[in-house]
């Protein structure tokens, strides 16, 4: 459901994804999976429809032929990635949003690889996060939770204090399985497939308020 105008939502912490919530990236991700597919000869519509928001080895290993190096063709996606730039903008307005929070409040957990996700922060002039927990410095990816679960941990919160803020269905169901509650960014899933989870389109549609009598952080849709 999108949030309505005058909506308020509490949290002691924010964990944010990147790909598709804070940065919008698909053309320069697809133009470099799509060279992938034609690498390694295998259909590029299938794979596209199963891209997004899952960790590159994750991927590889699903959808690579057999006998394929799997490290070998991560750091040739990697390399790709980091050197396709085409379309690569900050979500609308995500700078505003990230630089009026307490930066000890929020945190990136990402399917990205770290070199991506700082490469992208640079890239897009974004407030470079304190806590980064990126796709490669974990062993399950989404949709399993533990990116969230570490990120919950580490901002010293309680899972139900914990607001992710998500676009991909797998990040989604990687926030609610680590407890928290997730807020969709309708950018690559579209509204008609957010329609049971809450969601605003864009983060110019949210405002920082302070905090409330419990240190809450208050946020509150709409101007």
């Given at each position: 459901?999108?949030?309505?105008?005058?909506?308020?939502?509490?949290?002691?912490?924010?964990?944010?994804?990147?790909?598709?919530?804070?940065?919008?990236?698909?053309?320069?991700?697809?133009?470099?999976?799509?060279?992938?597919?034609?690498?390694?000869?295998?259909?590029?519509?299938?794979?596209?429809?199963?891209?997004?928001?899952?960790?590159?080895?994750?991927t590889i290993?699903?959808?690579?032929?057999?006998?394929?190096?799997?490290?070998?063709?991560?750091?040739?996606?990697?390399?790709?990635?980091?050197?396709?730039?085409?379309?690569?903008?900050?979500?609308?307005?995500?700078?505003?949003?990230?630089?009026?929070?307490?930066?000890?409040?929020?945190?990136?957990?990402?399917?990205?690889?770290?070199?991506?996700?700082?490469?992208?922060?640079?890239?897009?002039g974004l407030?470079?996060?304190?806590?980064?927990?990126?796709?490669?410095?974990?062993?399950?990816?989404?949709?399993?939770?533990?990116?969230?679960?570490?990120?919950?941990?580490?901002?010293?919160?309680a899972a139900?204090?914990?607001?992710?803020?998500?676009?991909?269905?797998?990040?989604?169901?990687?926030?609610?399985?680590?407890?928290?509650?997730?807020?969709?960014?309708?950018?690559?899933?579209?509204?008609?497939?957010?329609?049971?989870?809450?969601?605003?389109?864009?983060?110019?549609?949210?405002?920082?308020?302070?905090?409330?009598?419990?240190?809450?952080?208050?946020?509150?849709?709409?101007?």
């Amino acid at each position: 459901m999108r949030l309505p105008e005058g909506s308020r939502l509490t949290a002691r912490g924010l964990l944010f994804d990147v790909d598709g919530t804070l940065i919008d990236s698909h053309i320069g991700v697809e133009k470099a999976w799509e060279r992938w597919a034609a690498r390694v000869g295998i259909d590029w519509p299938h794979l596209l429809a199963n891209l997004h928001g899952r960790r590159m080895v994750d991927t590889i290993q699903r959808f690579a032929p057999p006998g394929v190096d799997v490290a070998q063709e991560c750091a040739w996606v990697e390399q790709a990635e980091l050197t396709t730039d085409d379309g690569i903008v900050p979500i609308a307005g995500a700078r505003a949003f990230l630089e009026s929070l307490p930066p000890e409040c929020w945190m990136v957990v990402t399917s990205a690889t770290r070199a991506l996700a700082l490469h992208r922060f640079a890239l897009t002039g974004l407030p470079r996060p304190r806590r980064l927990l990126p796709g490669d410095e974990i062993q399950r990816g989404k949709p399993d939770p533990q990116g969230y679960a570490l990120g919950i941990e580490a901002l010293g919160c309680a899972a139900s204090d914990t607001l992710v803020f998500e676009d991909a269905r797998v990040g989604i169901l990687a926030g609610r399985a680590a407890g928290a509650r997730v807020l969709a960014i309708a950018g690559a899933e579209r509204a008609e497939h957010l329609d049971d989870v809450d969601w605003i389109p864009d983060f110019s549609a949210l405002s920082y308020e302070g905090r409330d009598a419990r240190g809450q952080l208050v946020l509150r849709v709409g101007h």
